[in-house]
T-cell receptor, first 113, second 116 residues
Framework: DGGITQSPKYLFRKEGQNVTLSCEQN?????MYWYRQDPGQGLRLIYY???????QKGDIAEGYSVSREKKESFPLTVTSAQKNPTAFYLC????????????FGPGTRLTVL | AQTVTQSQPEMSVQEAETVTLSCTYD???????LFWYKQPPSRQMILVIR??????QNATENRFSVNFQKAAKSFSLKISDSQLGDAAMYFC?????????????FGKGTKLSVIP
């Protein structure tokens, strides 16, 4: 089965803690993305990666960090510097061309207690 | 910067009827892509339809079709023979073409309800 998986589905964090969200894909896609979704809002880009060992900031990268050590994996760390981390996080991937469609994972709901 | 506007926060349609969701966008680019994504209660984003700006012909996918008006910067989605499973949030998205143009810009969404 080809697709994008995200884990966990629900995540709770205490204030001041870092937490890492997992995103894995077996679609052989080169590019991967992290988006944040808040109630009543569309998705906003946090980070994206076009190839292994390379990534760029999106519109709202402050308080987040990523790594891309493997083609299949693009984990997102929400750090304590992120002022309002409670949100729904979606990972996506696509082939490398700018003409290619992005496909999304099922998402992770992060709640800060 | 590109912006995408969905002016209808909520809409409803009777089962088996047709509904049109509106989307307008702002860009200075001549070549770009437009998308409609569906987000059901499971919250996974599902691609509904995609339109290349350089193509005159409107895209269609089964019961879903678009009305793409490039000069007016309008990209509406028509759902025919609406089904209960069509109930979801629908997001319009824009993506320009070219080096480094990986970012999707989303509208705020339209919540579609389907009345049995």
């Amino acid at each position: 089965d080809g697709g994008i998986t995200q884990s966990p589905k629900y995540l709770f964090r205490k204030e001041g803690q870092n937490v890492t969200l997992s995103c894995e894909q077996n679609l052989n896609h080169d590019a991967m993305y992290w988006y944040r979704q808040d109630p009543g809002q569309g998705l906003r880009l946090i980070y994206y990666s076009q190839i292994v060992n390379d990534f760029q900031k999106g519109d709202i990268a402050e308080g987040y960090s990523v790594s891309r050590e493997k083609k299949e994996s693009f984990p997102l760390t929400v750090t304590s510097a992120q002022k309002n981390p409670t949100a729904f996080y979606l990972c996506a991937s696509s082939f490398s061309s700018s003409t290619d469609t992005q496909y999304f994972g099922p998402g992770t709901r992060l709640t800060v207690l | 910067a590109q912006t995408v506007t969905q002016s209808q926060p909520e809409m409803s349609v009777q089962e088996a009827e047709t509904v049109t969701l509106s989307c307008t966008y702002d860009t200075s680019e001549s070549d770009y892509y437009l998308f409609w994504y569906k987000q059901p209660p499971s919250r996974q984003m599902i691609l509904v339809i995609r339109q290349e700006a350089y193509k005159q012909q409107n895209a269609t996918e089964n019961r879903f079709s678009v009305n793409f008006q490039k000069a007016a910067k309008s990209f509406s989605l028509k759902i025919s023979d609406s089904q209960l499973g069509d109930a979801a949030m629908y997001f319009c998205a824009y993506r320009r073409v070219g080096a480094g143009s990986y970012q999707l810009t989303f509208g705020k969404g339209t919540k579609l309800s389907v009345i049995p």
